[in-house]
């Protein structure tokens, strides 16, 4: 049984219809508004914990397409991080960790509803501009659904996000551009082409999955919430996604309002357009001129999410931060470190911001603060920091074994 009531517009409240393939209205997101009402009496009885451990436990608050095409995504581990809150003299430091869904990043939440929603439109062909890692969500799924993909990023990529959407059978296009640039070509391929767009934002569902991010950690906290959500932010799903989670579970009674979170927003200050836009007290967001990160992800100059993002930060109390661009490899060492988790340079930069509010007294020390870790490390292949020792077979050379800890000797 679906709940979901309509497709509504932010921009001027135009609603369309749910059982119509749809896009965006004025060149501006729609949102998925559901029957709270109807949607909390289904939950009445329900115990999530005897459903599968997956995100589509939360089915009653996604849309229901004829066919679910899901990997097993979903329910990633909410991971204590003590030894790296102590570094910042804070209590309370947990790691969502999304570099363990079925393609490494967040991103498989949202393709597996998008993609289960186009299929039950009947849509054969998808194409979308990509950073990355939503390249291989995209083909991953599309693969599953029996679908085509096309998917263009820059030819700068990392050759790890390049060999996954290939692997998967995408058709890829690198662009000698930015995100930008791919999605131009994208959106002037749709009708000589007859894909659809999957670009973030410009189709409504894989905000919904994306949002299940938010029900986990509420799930995962025993129906509470932390008091601060640091996000790694780009195009802006993610963070729109959570608050619009927070937002439904106040008003289906799961949480209370005045525990909602601040959402806090991250960028490299290699490309900060969200951060300029929330300091400058504006409603949208100019677009970044020559951006520069090894966050990939981040690297979004202009995004038509901005609006939603910018207005889910200050709804929270939240702030939008960037940090060093020179000290994100820095912090993917300390999280492997002091965690053993493999954080990419986009969740890394979260660890930046905790350290920076820290210091600030923005976070206070028993704030309970929830950073995301979006993807793997691996998916973003870097050079060496130094090259290990190589050691001659049957011939050890102990002295460069002994060498590493002198402690010992």
Known sequence: MSFVQHLVSPVDGTTFPADELQSTHKNRP?????????????????????????????????PSPSEIISLGEGMTPLLRADRL?????????????????????FKA?????????AKSFGVARVALPTAG??????????????????????????????????LAGAKVFLVDGLITDCGAIVREGKERMGWF???TMREPYRLEGKKTMGYELAEQFGWSLPSVVVFPTGGGTGLIAMWKAFLEMTQLGLVDEDELPRMVAVQSDGCSPLV??????????EPFLNPQTIARGLRVPSTIGDALALNAIRQSGGVAISVKESRIREWMRTSAQLEGVSMGPEGATCVGAVEKLRSSRWIGKHDVVAIFNCAAAQKTPMPL????????????????????NPGDQ
Do not use: C
Request: negative net charge; aromatic residues 10%; hydrophobic residues 40%.
């Open 30 to 62: 729609l949102l998925v508004r559901y029957d709270l009402q109807r949607a909390g009496q289904a939950l009445d009885d329900v115990d999530f914990t005897e459903r599968p451990s997956n995100m589509w436990r939360y089915r009653e608050l996604l």
């Open 85 to 105: 809150a102590g570094t910042m003299n804070l209590n309370h430091l947990f790691i969502k960790d999304e570099s363990q869904t079925p393609t490494g990043s």
């Open 109 to 117: 939440r949202g393709m597996s509803v998008a993609i289960s929603m």
């Open 133 to 166: 890692n939503a390249g291989g969500a995209l083909a991953a799924y599309a693969a599953r659904a029996g679908m085509e993909a096309y998917v263009f990023m820059p030819a700068d990529s990392p050759p790890t996000n390049i060999f996954e959407a290939q």
């Open 197 to 199: 767009d999957m670009s």
């Open 276 to 285: 300029q836009a929330f300091e400058a007290g504006a409603d949208f967001a």
């Open 385 to 404: 920091d130094r090259q290990p020792p190589t050691i001659k077979r049957g011939n050890v050379d102990w002295s460069l074994i002994e060498a590493t």
